[in-house]
């Protein structure tokens, strides 16, 4: 099956400090997402990207959250300045369309993030 | 906007037996899928199971079945004959309106 590849696996990364957190979402794919999950906790929307261009985005997306896609396969999310409370698994997530209600969200392996 | 709840954050079941874990739902919108992810202790998102608001029947896939009762607004998932691999975080997600919603999840763990 296809797969969603995230790089790094684990991120480490100093209070105030930027960081990018990359993805290759399925070739075919047209829809990406990022996710994060607090350890123990809930999956959380961050923010949804279509056709260049942020589609929707949650409260928790705020000026410090920027996302890219540069070429035609990388799509990278960035932490500009991090916080002790951004350490979280980060999933980014890709579907082949959008609006059909079987459209299943894959998933890459998630990046850690820690936050020192 | 679609609202999943889960309401069982953790559960217990014998090895080789059936386990049901819940989910609700609450949607505005007539049509949406519902599905379950499994997260092993490794972290990652594995697909399990998909339903259709105009689905007529339940969901199989393998051992998973999904109890689908629209006017209670549930999707449960049912594990047949659990097996020590099936311990792990379970995330019901509703789809509509371009976006994903997740429940709180639904740690398993199975006994041998």
């Known amino acids: 099956e296809p797969e969603v590849t995230q790089t790094p696996s684990h991120q480490v990364t100093q209070m105030g400090q930027e960081v990018i957190l990359r993805c290759v979402p399925i070739?075919?794919?047209?829809?990406f997402y990022w996710y994060r999950q607090i350890l123990g906790q809930k999956v959380e929307f961050l923010v949804s990207?279509?056709?260049?261009?942020?589609?929707?985005k949650s409260e928790i997306f705020d000026d410090q959250f920027s996302v890219e896609r540069p070429d035609g396969s990388n799509f990278t999310l960035k932490i500009r300045s991090t916080k002790l409370e951004d350490s979280a698994m980060y999933f980014c997530?890709?579907?082949?369309?959008?609006?059909?209600?079987?459209?299943?969200?894959?998933f890459g392996s998630g990046t850690q993030l820690s936050v020192l | 906007a679609q609202k999943i709840t889960q309401t069982q954050p953790g559960m217990f079941v014998q090895e080789k037996e059936a386990v049901t874990l819940d989910c609700t739902y609450d949607t505005s919108d007539p049509s949406y899928g519902l599905f379950w992810y499994k997260q092993p202790s490794s972290g990652e998102m594995i697909f399990l199971i998909y339903?259709?608001?105009?689905?007529?029947q339940n969901a199989t896939e393998g051992r998973y079945s999904l109890n689908f009762q629209k006017a209670r607004k549930s999707a449960n998932l049912v594990i047949s004959a659990s097996q020590l691999g099936d311990s792990a975080m379970y995330f019901c997600?509703?789809?509509?309106?371009?976006?994903?919603?997740f429940g709180s999840g639904t740690k398993l763990n199975v006994k041998p």
């Open positions: 990207f279509y056709n260049n261009e942020i589609s929707e």
């Open positions: 997530a890709s579907t082949r369309d959008r609006g059909r209600t079987n459209e299943k969200l894959f």
């Open positions: 070739s075919n794919h047209l829809y």
């Open positions: 997600a509703g789809y509509n309106f371009n976006k994903f919603y």
């Open positions: 339903q259709g608001s105009y689905d007529q």
